[in-house]
């Protein structure tokens, strides 16, 4: 069983900052791709920011010089430094991550969510 376990979203005013973690635990046998989604309310799932093994990145546009993705392999664990928040980074943020629980290909994991909100 493979578990995600975020932590660190809450509250913030515009132009603030916080930081996300999203630690992985559980038998495995390796983690690849890591990520972040987020949903306002109303809204569809989007994507944030992914980063590959290699810390190769990829961000949404909207978030692009203000986001910051990051991962510890050792510990299986992926961050998110927001900065220069807005209200519309306002949502439930979810880490993602493909898991292999053998060499065979990996399946997606998510996390439960952490709440952010930016207050203008």
């Known amino acids: 069983q493979v578990q995600l376990v975020e932590s660190g979203g809450g509250w913030a005013q515009a132009g603030g900052s916080l930081r996300l973690s999203c630690a992985a635990s559980?038998?495995?046998?390796?983690?690849?791709?890591m990520g972040w989604y987020r949903q306002a309310p109303g809204k569809q799932r989007e994507l944030v920011a992914t980063?590959?093994?290699?810390?190769?990145?990829n961000y949404a546009d909207s978030v692009k010089g203000r986001f910051t993705i990051s991962r510890d392999n050792a510990k299986n664990t992926v961050y998110l430094q927001m900065n220069s928040l807005k209200p519309e980074d306002t949502g439930v943020y979810y880490c993602?991550?493909?898991?292999?629980?053998?060499?065979?290909?990996?399946?997606?994991?998510w996390g439960q969510g952490t709440q952010v909100t930016v207050s203008s």
């Open positions: 993602n991550a493909d898991v292999s629980l053998s060499l065979q290909p990996g399946a997606d994991y």
């Open positions: 559980g038998v495995f046998f390796s983690i690849n791709t």
């Open positions: 980063i590959t093994t290699r810390d190769s990145t």
